[in-house]
């Protein structure tokens, strides 16, 4: 199993509401990520996760809140968003050291804030 | 500070013709160096990638030449068809670290 599975698809809130990404991948990766990417932007990296803790937060506001319950599964906490939070949100895993060091992307949350 | 710079921005190549894509790198200690193909709407996908020890890899129509003494290393898209057509990201990655840095993107279009 070579993927990386992300819920939902899409997702439409208001500034008030609070909801959560997912993200699960099962090959065995310890590290995992959450990246945001804007229209013909590159993916700018949120947060990393190194055996289930947190090792890179990249400045990010209070209002995205990670989380990693377990080497399989990561979240992402939403609440009070801004419009200009809308995104696609892109969860990606790789195998921290050994060999190989591919990054596997999901195919992505759209989030639209309005 | 952009980590890794890419060019050009955007590429039109005519059908069965090369593409080619730039990315250039000033930290020494990048020693990873993946290429990301990008369709409207989904998740990057990993296309190639090299390490420094190598100057080129070939995978099937692509591949990535390296230049380790420039600091430079690019993708060749031989035979370019209209299914290439998509946005194109070079990375590079720390062998110490978890974080990988991104170029700017190069949105292909492939005509035919």
């Known amino acids: 199993d070579t993927e990386v599975t992300q819920t939902p698809k899409h997702l439409v809130m208001g500034m008030t509401n609070k909801k959560s990404l997912k993200c699960e991948q099962h090959?065995?990766?310890?590290?995992m990520y959450w990246y945001k990417q804007k229209a013909k932007k590159p993916p700018e990296l949120m947060f990393v996760?190194?055996?289930?803790?947190?090792?890179i937060n990249e400045s990010v506001p209070s209002r995205f809140s990670p989380e990693c319950p377990n080497s399989s599964l990561l979240n992402l906490h939403l609440h009070a968003l801004q419009p200009e939070d809308s995104a696609l949100y892109l969860c990606?895993?790789?195998?921290?050291?050994?060999?190989?060091?591919?990054?596997?992307f999901g195919p992505g949350t759209r989030l639209t804030v309005l | 500070q952009q980590q890794v710079k890419q060019s050009p921005q955007s590429l039109i190549v005519q059908k069965g013709g090369i593409s080619i894509i730039n990315c250039a790198y000033e930290?020494?200690?990048?020693?990873?160096f993946p290429w990301y193909q990008q369709f409207p709407g989904k998740g990057p996908a990993l296309l190639i990638a090299?390490?420094?020890?190598?100057s080129e890899k070939k995978e099937g129509r692509f591949t990535i030449s390296f230049n380790k003494s420039a600091k430079q290393f690019s993708l060749h898209i031989m035979d370019s068809q209209p299914g290439d057509s998509a946005t194109y990201f070079c990375?590079?990655?720390?062998?110490?670290?978890?974080?990988?840095?991104f170029g700017t993107g190069t949105s292909l279009t492939v005509i035919p």
């Open positions: 090959m065995g990766h310890r590290a």
């Open positions: 990606a895993s790789s195998l921290r050291g050994g060999f190989s060091n591919e990054q596997f």
């Open positions: 090299i390490r420094p020890d190598v």
């Open positions: 996760y190194s055996y289930e803790k947190l090792s």
């Open positions: 930290n020494t200690a990048f020693d990873y």
């Open positions: 990375a590079a990655r720390r062998s110490t670290g978890n974080q990988f840095y």
